[in-house]
């Protein structure tokens, strides 16, 4: 599936697929990230398996700079996720 895969190679960390060459990815306008619904969706159905891996994750979210990564949406996205993982931590 195209939207499971990026061209940013670092979303491998939330098991994402990637893809390298050029060429293919502006043929297939892959993006190089994840949309916000999409990392939400992820974070869901496919949650960290215990606390590294949450804090792996948010350390990465947070090194992205949270605007880069989900634009505007970053403060229900960051609201929605820590709810989320505390009820499931």
Do not use: C
């Not at 505007?72 to 929605?80: E, L, R």
Request: proline share 4%; glycine share 6%; charged share 25%.
């Amino acid at each position: 599936m195209i939207e499971q895969v990026f061209s940013e190679p670092s979303w491998t960390l939330f098991g994402f697929g990637t893809l390298t060459d050029r060429k293919i990815i502006q043929k297939l306008k892959i993006r190089d990230r994840p949309t916000a619904a999409k990392l939400i969706e992820t974070l869901e159905s496919k949650p960290p398996k215990d606390s590294q891996t949450a804090t792996k994750w948010f350390e990465f979210l947070a090194d992205k700079g949270g605007k880069q990564v989900i634009g505007t949406t970053a403060s229900i996205f960051v609201n929605h996720a820590f709810s989320f993982l505390s009820r499931r931590l």
